[in-house]
T-cell receptor, first 116, second 114 residues
C-alpha cells in the first residue's frame, strides 16, 4: 500500500536543540515538499525538492534545512535558529515538479512539534 | 501573488443537508485546483482535482466546480453525514515561475450534526 510516512507523530524540542523530522514515501515520486501549518493559517511551503540531491527554498525556509540523498526520503531539520518552531509539519510528494502540468500532491499524516 | 480565500470559515449543518463550500482565488491563470479534506491532527487527503480545462469533477457525493474567469470554485456535498465533519481546504498552483508551489486557503471547518 503506497503512501507517505512521517515520524515521529509528536516531537518536543529543547532550547538550542536541532531536531529532525522524517518523511519517507514509497510512491516512486520525484518531487517532495515540506509545509508548515499554524492554527488559523493556510499551509506554507518551507522547502521542496524536484529530484535527488536537489532542493529549493520555499516561502519560509529560514531556520530550517533539508537533504535529499535518496528518492524515498526527504528529512527536515528544525534548527535552533528557528525561533518559533511550534507548528504542525506536513510532508507531501508528487509525481513530478511540472510548471506546465502541476501534479496533485499527496500528504503524510504530519508531525506536531512543540517547545519544552 | 496568488491569494486563496475560503468562505465561510466554519459551517454547521444537520445531517442529510446538501451544502456548498466556496473557494476564490485572485489570479485566474491556474492550471488546476485541488480540494482536500483534513481531519483533526491528521494530514491532508486529496478529494478532487479539477484541471483548468474542466468545469466539474465528481466523486461519490462530492462535486467540485471551477469557474476560472471569475476566480471561483465550489465543493458541493450531497446528503451530508456526520463522517463528513472535517476541515476542507482548496489549493491552487502558482503561476509563472512558481507554478509548482501550492497556495492554500485557510479552510472551512464543517460540522455535520446527527
Amino acid at each position: 500500500d503506497g503512501g507517505i510516512t512521517q515520524s515521529p507523530k509528536y516531537l518536543f524540542r529543547k532550547e538550542g536543540q536541532n531536531v529532525t523530522l522524517s518523511c519517507e514515501q514509497n510512491l516512486n515520486h520525484d518531487a517532495m515538499y515540506w509545509y508548515r501549518q499554524d492554527p488559523g493559517q493556510g499551509l506554507r511551503l518551507i522547502y521542496y525538492s524536484q529530484i535527488v540531491n536537489d532542493f529549493q527554498k520555499g516561502d519560509i525556509a529560514e531556520g530550517y534545512s533539508v537533504s535529499r540523498e535518496k528518492k524515498e526520503s526527504f528529512p527536515l531539520t528544525v534548527t535552533s535558529a528557528q525561533k518559533n518552531p511550534t507548528a504542525f509539519y506536513l510532508c507531501a510528494s508528487s509525481i513530478s515538479l511540472s510548471r506546465v502540468n502541476p501534479q496533485p500532491q499527496h500528504f503524510g499524516d504530519g508531525t506536531r512539534l512543540s517547545i519544552l | 501573488k496568488q491569494e486563496v480565500t475560503q468562505i465561510p470559515a466554519a459551517l454547521s449543518v444537520p445531517e442529510g443537508e446538501n451544502l456548498v463550500l466556496n473557494c476564490s482565488f485572485t489570479d485566474s491563470a491556474i492550471y488546476n485546483l485541488q480540494w482536500f479534506r483534513q481531519d483533526p491532527g491528521k494530514g491532508l487527503t486529496s478529494l478532487l482535482l479539477i484541471q483548468s480545462s474542466q468545469r466539474e469533477q465528481t466523486s461519490g457525493r462530492l462535486n467540485a466546480s471551477l469557474d476560472k474567469s471569475s476566480g471561483r470554485s465550489t465543493l458541493y456535498i450531497a446528503a451530508s453525514q456526520p463522517g463528513d465533519s472535517a476541515t476542507y481546504l482548496c489549493a491552487v498552483p502558482g503561476t509563472g515561475a512558481g507554478s509548482y508551489q501550492l497556495t492554500f486557503g485557510k479552510g472551512t471547518k464543517l460540522s455535520v450534526i446527527p
